[in-house]
């Protein structure tokens, strides 16, 4: 079969050129050796850049050009960083308005200084912490102080970002992003040279078609004299034809799924067509909560849920309510405000989260120590765009045993971004109704920027205890399409749904 290299020979099947194909081979041609960049690739031959991209990939296909991709960061200001570069640092206006006031400062003076009271809580956190400033009001510099060249770097790095310099300090962007004030976009640059088979190929004259074969007609005419013959490479095997090929998105799906079985999980399952108990009830999410209406959870008629035990449903209807559970002489918590419905409970919706799936687990195995996944469909009423789609997979896990806490569950984050190679995340502190603590893990697209995709918790008491656990429980619903995405080099969910076989197929019909 023909290999997959840039140099592949070309003979067996016909090479057919487009306009805009013919035109950037040409520009590629006139520079051999040297690589360009889209964009003047674009300017060259007077092509829109999405004719370029095309026509390239074209090339490509055909083993006609080549190409390397770089990525750079760029950091640029903000808006208001903008505004801080004009007016000057809140710490340096600071600083000059305490000279201006004879080296003291009250708050009724930093306030006429035209710091308002963000850009003066940043000012005096950030001396403080640098051991410049004494404790106030009123503020005052140390002694020890000297105002010198340097004496605040985040100037100087500010100005380079401002005039577009390269060699910046990269500690202390980071350090002006997290205040709002510089971003980073990254991007990648793709650069594009002729191969040996594009430099080799013959190309007719515009307008005439290249000869595939000489026959008898030609012959007898000499209509083949002055023609130019496409090129036949004895070399040159017969069409690789595949079977059938696994969808990218499943077989991505698989191979996370091993990663999990790796670490020592068991996997779960649970029914599409759920009733709001283990949708929500079970998770101790108040039956008015907004994430249940039209505008998010996705209701079934003409079917009847089927209610969950007796005792089971007279516990959760206990936390609801704030009841204590029975052998409790206290309540877990107040509960929220009105009467559980048990007409809610039995209400059948297509299941909008995999949690169900945990909520199931746990009151058939309420023993620890256990560690469960899930990896499945689920339905809500979304707008959908590029990260949002009305289906999308789950992978739902619990760890239960004690001693466990959020430091773990940011360990099994961490472990699994490693895992499949994604090295930008961020977490932060969430709410979720049925978790508490709670964390959302944030991800990294090159395009669409910081997606969530790992959300998790601490399962609250009222959750456990009803359905019979005793230990703590580390709870996630991680958002695997997201991931995939990433992972993939996706831009659109939508892409990970379609019916292309070309796509899916990397390209074959």
Not at 96 to 122: C, F, I, K, N
Request: net charge negative; aromatic share 6%; with cysteine.
């Amino acid at each position: 079969m023909p290999e997959a290299s840039g140099d592949a020979p070309v003979g067996a099947a016909p090479v057919a050129l487009s306009g805009p194909e013919r035109s950037l081979l040409l520009a590629l041609r006139k520079r051999e050796g040297s690589a360009l960049d889209e964009e003047s690739l674009g300017r060259e031959v007077g092509l829109p850049a999405d004719q370029v991209r095309g026509s390239l990939q074209r090339l490509r296909s055909k083993h006609l050009a080549r190409v390397e991709e770089e990525h750079e960061t760029i950091s640029r200001l903000t808006p208001k960083g903008e505004g801080a570069f004009a007016r000057g640092l809140p710490e340096r206006r600071f600083l000059d308005a305490l000279q201006q006031h004879g080296g003291s400062l009250t708050p009724d003076q930093v306030t006429e200084a035209g710091l308002d009271d963000e850009e003066r809580s940043a000012a005096i956190g950030i001396l403080r912490r640098r051991g410049f400033l004494a404790e106030g009001p009123p503020f005052r510099l140390k002694s020890d102080t000297r105002i010198r060249e340097g004496f605040l770097p985040e100037e100087t790095v500010l100005k380079q970002v401002a005039e577009e310099g390269t060699d910046v300090d990269p500690a202390i962007v980071e350090a002006l992003e997290r205040r709002g004030l510089v971003r980073r976009d990254h991007r990648s640059i793709k650069r594009w040279s002729v191969s040996e088979e594009g430099r080799r190929l013959p190309l007719a004259p515009e307008g005439e078609e290249l000869l595939g074969s000489l026959t008898p007609d030609l012959l007898r005419s000499g209509g083949w004299r002055g023609r130019t013959f496409r090129p036949y490479d004895v070399r040159a095997a017969v069409p690789y034809l595949t079977g059938a090929r696994p969808n990218p998105y499943i077989a991505w799906l698989e191979e996370f799924e091993e990663v999990l079985v790796g670490l020592g999980f068991e996997q779960a399952e649970g029914p599409l067509l759920e009733t709001e108990f283990w949708n929500n009830d079970a998770l101790f999410m108040p039956q008015d909560h907004p994430a249940r209406s039209i505008h998010d959870a996705l209701s079934v008629e003409g079917v009847e849920g089927r209610p969950p035990p007796p005792d089971l449903l007279a516990r959760v209807a206990a936390v609801h309510e704030g009841r204590p559970l029975p052998g409790m002489t206290a309540p877990l918590g107040p509960g929220w405000p009105g009467s559980y419905d048990v007409r809610v409970a039995v209400r059948p919706v297509l299941r909008s989260q995999t949690t169900a799936v945990s909520a199931r687990f746990l009151a058939r195995n309420p023993r620890p120590p256990f560690r469960m996944f899930s990896i499945d469909r689920n339905f809500r009423h979304e707008e959908i765009d590029a990260r949002h789609h009305l289906e999308f997979h789950q992978c739902e896990g619990v760890i239960g045993e004690e001693g466990l806490d959020l430091r773990h569950l940011i360990g099994v984050f961490t472990t699994l971004a490693d895992a499949i190679g994604l090295r930008e995340m961020k977490i932060r502190p969430s709410y979720f109704p049925f978790t508490e603590p709670s964390i959302e893990g944030y991800v990294r697209h090159p395009r669409l920027g910081w997606m969530e995709v790992f959300p998790g918790g601490v399962l609250r008491p009222e959750v456990l205890r009803p359905l019979g656990v005793e230990v703590p429980v580390l709870a996630w619903g991680i958002g695997v399409t997201r991931l995939a995405m990433v992972a993939l080099g996706c831009n659109d969910i939508r892409e990970l749904f379609q019916g292309d076989l070309a796509a899916l197929t990397g390209g074959s019909p």
